[in-house]
C-alpha cells in the first residue's frame, strides 16, 4: 500500500493504542514467519489489543485505508498464516489471553483468542475438566479454530470444528458478531461459528470462542507398541477403529522416526520398528476391556514389546516424546530442514497411501520419517533437506505434489489439520474444483476490500 | 413472476423432463405444505427429477426465467421449509433414492438425497452398520441435511452436522460442487459442507450426501423410568450428562404427555409422571456399568418404576411409543392443533427453563405436553388449541414467543432441530443481531437472483 496511507493507519492506531502499537525491527521480525519455513514478510506494525472493542477499532482505522490485517497468536501454524506478505496490520492477540467463564455444569468454557491450550488445561485442573484439542504445539485457541487444528486426541474427542460452540468475530468493516449461543446443537440460521473455523483470518478475526470440555476420565491407560512393518501397524489400527474401539488415541511412528526418537532424547531405547503410541479413556473396567480388545487386535498383526504406562508422569513422558516427534526428525540429520506433509485420506485407504509414500520416498533417495493420527486417516512426512541444495528442495517439493495428488485420487484431503496458508493454496483448486468460486464468492462478499489476510486461501482477482 | 415466464419455465422443463413434470392440482397440492399448519403454497410446478444432472438443468431454467426453486423431500419439515411461498418449481427428490455406496471398513455411506433414514438403515442391516440420526419421522437424508436435524441419538451421535462427511450441491446457477472428501477431518478451505448444512435449500440444492455410520453396539438395553416431578427427572439428566455417563438416548416425557400416551395406545399403563426414556449401547459389560451408575443417579431423585427393555421388540415398541408422542399428544384434546416449539438451552438451565415454560402454560390455561431431547437440552411443547378459536391462538403464539425469548435469556436458541422456514424466522434477528447481515449478504452473494426457496431463513430487501 501507498506510504503515506500507511504511515496515516499507524498513526492513528498508535493515537488509539500507544505503546501496544510496536513498529519495532524485533518486534515485527518476530510477526513475520511461523513455524514453517514459508518466506517470510514483516507486517509495516504490530497491534497488541487488549479488547474485542480494540481489535474492531484497529480493523475499522485498516479498512478506512484498505490497509491488511493479519492476525497471529503464537506463531506456531505450518503454512505461512500468519505471514503478512502484503505487510499491514499484525494483530497479536497475546494480552488477549483470558479464560472468562468456565461452567462445569454444561462442560463448555468461554475464553479470549490468545489463552493457549496448555493455559485452558492448566486453569481447568481443579475442576476435574478437560479442553482435549491437542495440535502438539501450545498453539492459541484462537489460532487453532483458525486453522481448523486436530491432534492427537481428535480419533475420540474430534478437531477444533467439533470441539467449538460459538465464536465472537470482528469482521472486516470492524462489526462485532456472535456466531452462535452456547446450546449443545441449533437449527438457527447459516452455521457461521464452522464458516469461520478454519477460514484462517481471510473472513474476520476470532476475538472470543465458547469451546467444549469433557470430564477428565475415571481411568486411563497408555501404551506403545512395535509391529514388524508398517502395514502391519496400519492394519491393526484400521480394524481396531472398525471394531468401534473407543480409543483416546493412536498414533504411528515409522522405524525411521523410531531411530530420530532414539537419537534425540538419549533416555529412549525403543526398538527401531515401527510403532503405534495408544491412550485408553474410560471408566477402570472400560479401559481394561478396550486394552485387552486391543491387545487381541494387535497380536494378530505381530505387536509385541508393548511398554505401558499407567502413572501420569509415564504417561507424560510417552506423550512428549510423541509431541517433540518433529525435532526428533530433524535430529536424524543434522542442519537439515523439513518439508512437512499432511494429507488425510479415508482409513481403508492409509495402508496403500502409506506404502506408495515409501516407496516413493525409496525411489527419489529422500529421508523422511512418518508420524500420523492413523486413527483419522492423517499422516505427516517430515521430509529432511539440505537447505542449500535447490536439487533437494525441488525433490523434496514433488514429493509432496505426487503426495497430494494421491491423497485426492484416494478420496482423501491435501490437509488434514495443517491448514491452508499459502503453503497448500496451489492444491485446493484441485481438491475442490468449482466450489473453489463458491469461496472466492463468499471471501468477495464477506472482505470486498480483500484486507483481512489478502493472499491467503482463495485467491481473489 | 410474470404468467408468460412460468408458462415458458414448464413448457421448456416439459421438454426436459416429460411426465415427470407435473402441474396436476393433486401433485401441486401435496406439495403446498409441511407435517406443521404455515399457511399452505402451492408450486407452479412439481420436477422429479432422477439424476444431478437433471437438478442442474432444472435449476438452470428456473435461473434464466428468475423462478423460484424449492427442495422437497417427504414433507416432514415443521416451519413451512418446503412451502413455495412465492410459487414456482417444487423439486421432489423421491426418485433419487439410491444409496450409491456403502464403505464398511471407513464407516461412511453415499447416498442420494431421497433415501429415507429408515430405508438408509435397512439396507445397511446386512453390515452391521447404522445411521443414528433419527427426527422421528421417516424424513430424508437430503431434508435432514438441509434442516440440521437432530433427534433422540444425539446426545451420543451428533446431529446431522456431525453425520454428513461431504454433500453434492447445485447452486443457484446450476453449477454442481462437492463440498468435501471421504477424509474424516480437513482443513482445506471453508468448510461449504457445514454452511450448505441447515441452509434450507436457500443456497443450494443438496444431490449427494456423504454420511456416517457406527457399527451397531454389542450390547443394547432401554427403560422407562418414573419421576416424582419434572425437576426431579430434569436434575438425574443433567447429573448423567456431568458424570461423563455415554447415554445412547435420554427423552422427557412429562405427566401430561404420559396420559396421551396412555390414551393413544390402549396397551400402555404407564403412571401418569413424568419419565425418562432411556438407551444404552457398548459391550455387555459396558452397558451393565451404565445401568447401574444412571440407576444410582436416578435413586438420588426418586426415579421408580424402571421397566427395561432388552429384547428387540420391546425396545423397539418402546421407541415407536416415543416417536408417536406428537400424535399422543393430539389425542389429550380431540380436534385439537398442536402448535410446537423447540428451544434448546445449556442444559444447566434445563430445570430453570422447564419450570418456567409450565407455570407459563398453566398461567395461560393451556394444555401443552413437554418432550424433549434432555441430554442436549433440547425440548418441544405441543400446545394444544382449538383451531376455530382466535384467542387461543393468540395465547399460544404468545406463549411460544415468551419461551423463544427465555431461551435467549438464557443463553441458548429457539430452534434446536427444527429450522427456520418461515415460523422462526421473527425470532432470528433477536437470536443473531448483526450476525443477520452476515446471513443476507451470503445469501445474496451466492444467490443473487433470490431463487433458491425464497422468502425462507433471511429477509433479502
Request: one cysteine or more; proline letters at 5%.
Amino acid at each position: 500500500m501507498a506510504l503515506d496511507s500507511i504511515e496515516t493507519v499507524i498513526s492513528e492506531l498508535k493515537a488509539l493504542l500507544g505503546e501496544r502499537l510496536s513498529t519495532g525491527s524485533s518486534i515485527r521480525n518476530l510477526h513475520s514467519h511461523d513455524a514453517a519455513y514459508a518466506t517470510p514478510a514483516q507486517p509495516d506494525a504490530v497491534a497488541f489489543p487488549e479488547t474485542t472493542e480494540e481489535v474492531s477499532q484497529i480493523v475499522k482505522v485498516c479498512a478506512r485505508y484498505k490497509c491488511p490485517v493479519v492476525p497471529y497468536g503464537v506463531g506456531t501454524s505450518l503454512e505461512g498464516q500468519v505471514i503478512p506478505i502484503q505487510g499491514g496490520i499484525s494483530i497479536d492477540t497475546s494480552r488477549m489471553n483470558k479464560v472468562l467463564a468456565v461452567n462445569p455444569e454444561d462442560l463448555d468454557a468461554v475464553v479470549q483468542p490468545g489463552v493457549t491450550r496448555k493455559q485452558l488445561n492448566t486453569e481447568l485442573r481443579a475442576t476435574g475438566l478437560m479442553f482435549t484439542v491437542d495440535p502438539g504445539a501450545d498453539a492459541t485457541l484462537g489460532g487453532m479454530a483458525a486453522t481448523r487444528a486436530s491432534g492427537t486426541n481428535t480419533v475420540r474427542y474430534g478437531t477444533m470444528r467439533e470441539n467449538t460452540l460459538a465464536l465472537e468475530v470482528v469482521l472486516a468493516d470492524g462489526t462485532i458478531i456472535e456466531t452462535g449461543s452456547r446450546a449443545r446443537k441449533s437449527s438457527a440460521g447459516y452455521d457461521l461459528t464452522k464458516l469461520m473455523i478454519g477460514s484462517e483470518g481471510t473472513l474476520g478475526i476470532i476475538t472470543k470462542l465458547t469451546v467444549r470440555l469433557y470430564g477428565q476420565p475415571e481411568a486411563i491407560s497408555a501404551a506403545t507398541c512395535a509391529f514388524p512393518t508398517v502395514d502391519d501397524a496400519v492394519n491393526s489400527v484400521i480394524l481396531a477403529i472398525q471394531s468401534g474401539l473407543p480409543m483416546a488415541r493412536i498414533e504411528l511412528l515409522d522405524e525411521v522416526q523410531m531411530k530420530g526418537m532414539n537419537i534425540y532424547n538419549p533416555d529412549l531405547s525403543f526398538p527401531e520398528k515401527p510403532h503405534l503410541f495408544l491412550e485408553f479413556h474410560g471408566s477402570d473396567a472400560g479401559v481394561a476391556e478396550q486394552v485387552e480388545a486391543f491387545g487381541d487386535i494387535a497380536s494378530e498383526f505381530g505387536g509385541e514389546a508393548f511398554q505401558w504406562a499407567t502413572k501420569t508422569e509415564d504417561r507424560n513422558r510417552l506423550w512428549e516424546a510423541r509431541h517433540n516427534a518433529y525435532y526428533a526428525a530433524m535430529s536424524l540429520r543434522q542442519g537439515a530442514r523439513p518439508v512437512v506433509t499432511d494429507v488425510c485420506v479415508p482409513i481403508s485407504a492409509l495402508a496403500e497411501a502409506i506404502n506408495r509414500t515409501k516407496a516413493e520416498i525409496a525411489e527419489a533417495g529422500l529421508l523422511a520419517p512418518v508420524v500420523g493420527h492413523v486413527g483419522d486417516g492423517n499422516f505427516h512426512l517430515s521430509i529432511l533437506i539440505d537447505p542449500e541444495d535447490p536439487g533437494e528442495l525441488a525433490k523434496a517439493k514433488s514429493l509432496a505434489s505426487s503426495l497430494n495428488k494421491m491423497a485426492l485420487e484416494l478420496e482423501g484431503t491435501v490437509t488434514g489439520e495443517h491448514g491452508v496458508g499459502t503453503g497448500k493454496m496451489p492444491y485446493l483448486i484441485e481438491e475442490h474444483g468449482a466450489a473453489m468460486n463458491v469461496m472466492a464468492t463468499i471471501k468477495k462478499a464477506l472482505d470486498p476490500d480483500n484486507i483481512m489476510n489478502p493472499g491467503k486461501m482463495v485467491q481473489i482477482n
